[in-house]
């Protein structure tokens, strides 16, 4: 577990209460940034709903418009880069570049001059520099396209790794980056082939320009830019009530950091330590009296992305069991009467962080067999599935065809799932039959076709999940409370362990294609309670009384989260 972290001390903590490491810088004037540059230590960036080409302090929030009489020529430009003393950027279809743009040092843009170096058949999106080598994303082609900076002449292309518009920069001789739009992540090429070498999650959604920068100990520290527009309420003194929904653009540039740890095939990214609280509050809708009670509440699991640093209890005290080697809290009652009323849980102070697994398909082609003991776990129906129905044995069949690759297998299962289902709540769990029939589905209904399926074509698959934080890591030590719980399922790989899969956040799209960020991937956000297990239940000694009563109809349940600060991984 990666247990090395930098996390903040008072001579590292700014005036805002931020990290001086970790600082989000906001331009003023800016309303959505596109592509990012580094010019010696300052960044340079674009927004294309003005035409400003900005100049920003990464330690501060100064701001300058490098083009004040030229923002016309920068209206819906996208990506930016800067090699020597030329300024590139992307704009409709084409690649243009300003030769002699940029003084050393940058106080004022020399030339703003643009001609055009490139014309793509589609949307230029973003655009890179390194030495005499052009490279040039474009979404709807579906490619990195890459130039001869002398001559413009095409010199090959790769396959663009996301779905998204993605931007893209150049670290050294050997390394290319892209960030996407839609898959919430930056991956890592290869510059001279274009494979993957491993990707992250970005840990705000909608990443839209990206760019290393030298730091004064000689590091490179990768920036990244969003943009999106938020909801807020409003105060309207015109209307009564005055409260009304609103939207306003919100864009930034925030430190991107991660860890590649190659041996153990993942990779982290930036991470929060977090506050999470579980409370049950005993309120039964029913008189009723209950006799030596054993109220068990499963605890946060330790996992390659999430470390429990603490647990208190609250309101009453707890001892703890493993079960199946994941710690749970055991509340104790010798008796409960029905006009009885307490609050009882866990607080847990957790270390949380985005991890993307880096198993390629070539890599399992010839995994070992499922191990014996988890076709009576993990492959059977135990959960009303309707593993027995035709309904879903055909779809079963359906999904994956004659493949035979493992993560080909959930991967095709995992699309012909969003295929067919579209996301609504519903007011209970229907069984996998009825919700493929009905064609939309809850987290937990996506689960369980998801289970059903891959059951059926012999991958061993589990529900894991709970609760998410509410995604605000702009909102640290303020009590956030999630609206639902959410589950989403771990698939097992023989030879290397289980992988996260999620159930629906990445059915975004009518018929695809579909994001790959949360396959074999987690954000900072999703917290891990008792993998395996049940998340909470009760024991009594009347095993019959057990059976008759729900938690539901004794409790009220809470839960808090409460981002305490951000997390550097080693």
């Not at 106080?107 to 014309?119: D, K, Y």
């Not at 409960?336 to 270390?351: A, I, Q, Y």
Request: with cysteine.
């Amino acid at each position: 577990m990666p247990l090395d972290v930098q996390s903040s001390t008072l001579s590292q903590t700014t005036l805002s209460g931020q990290n001086s490491w970790s600082r989000t810088i906001r331009p003023f004037g800016a309303y959505m940034l596109c592509g990012v540059a580094c010019v010696g230590e300052t960044l340079l960036t674009i927004d294309p709903l003005r035409g400003y080409l900005l100049q920003v302090d990464r330690t501060g929030d100064n701001t300058v418009i490098l083009n004040p009489n030229h923002v016309a020529e920068f209206l819906d430009a996208t990506g930016l880069a800067v090699q020597g003393d030329t300024l590139w950027f992307t704009q409709e279809n084409n690649v243009f570049q300003c030769q002699g743009a940029i003084a050393n040092p940058l106080a004022s843009i020399a030339n703003l001059t643009p001609s055009v170096f490139a014309t793509l058949p589609y949307t230029a999106d973003g655009v890179a520099v390194w030495r005499s080598t052009v490279y040039v994303t474009c979404q709807k082609a579906g490619y990195i396209y890459v130039f001869d900076a002398d001559t413009g002449r095409e010199i090959t292309r790769f396959p663009v790794p996301g779905v998204g518009i993605e931007n893209i920069t150049v670290r050294n001789e050997e390394e290319l980056w892209a960030c996407d739009r839609t898959e919430q992540s930056v991956y890592c090429l290869d510059r001279g082939t274009g494979e993957v070498r491993f990707s992250v999650l970005t840990p705000f959604e909608n990443p839209t320009g990206l760019a290393f920068c030298p730091d004064s100990d000689g590091k490179d520290t990768l920036y990244v830019a969003y943009a999106r527009e938020e909801h807020y309420v409003r105060d309207n003194p015109n209307e009564s009530p005055p409260q009304e929904l609103a939207t306003r653009d919100r864009t930034f540039i925030h430190p991107l950091y991660f860890h590649y740890y190659e041996d153990q095939q993942y990779a982290l990214s930036n991470g929060y330590l977090i506050e999470v609280s579980y409370v049950e509050e005993l309120l039964p809708l029913d008189e009723i009296e209950l006799q030596e009670v054993e109220w068990r509440i499963a605890l946060p699991a330790e996992t390659d992305r999430q470390s429990v640093r603490r647990v208190k209890a609250i309101g009453r005290p707890f001892t703890e069991e493993i079960h199946d080697g994941q710690r749970v809290a055991v509340f104790k009652f010798d008796r409960l009467k029905p006009d009885e009323r307490h609050v009882f849980g866990w607080t847990v102070l957790l270390e949380v962080w985005s991890i993307k697994y880096i198993l390629k398909f070539g890599e399992v082609e010839n995994a070992p067999k499922l191990p014996p003991e988890f076709t009576d776990l993990y492959l059977i129906d135990n959960d009303e599935l309707m593993m027995d129905s035709e309904v879903i044995k055909q779809a079963a069949q359906e999904a994956v065809g004659t493949e035979t690759n493992i993560l080909r297998k959930v991967l095709k299962i995992r699309n012909y799932v969003y295929d067919r289902l579209s996301y609504a709540i519903q007011p209970h769990i229907d069984t996998p039959d009825v919700v493929l029939q009905r064609g939309t589905g809850s987290c937990g209904e996506y689960v369980g076709l998801l289970l059903a399926l891959m059951r059926l074509n012999g991958v061993a698959c589990r529900t894991i999940g709970r609760y998410k934080c509410p995604a605000r890591a702009d909102q640290p030590l303020v009590p956030l409370e999630p609206d639902f719980n959410h589950v989403w399922i771990e698939f097992y790989v023989p030879g290397f362990g289980w992988v996260p899969m999620e159930s629906n956040p990445d059915d975004v799209t009518e018929r695809g294609p579909y994001p790959t960020r949360f396959f074999m991937g987690l954000a900072w956000y999703h917290t891990e309670v008792g993998k395996g297990i049940t998340f909470e239940r009760l024991d009594m000694k009347d095993s019959e009384e057990t059976e008759s009563v729900s938690i539901g109809s004794l409790a009220l349940n809470h839960i808090r989260f409460k981002i305490l600060e951000e997390l550097q991984p080693s």
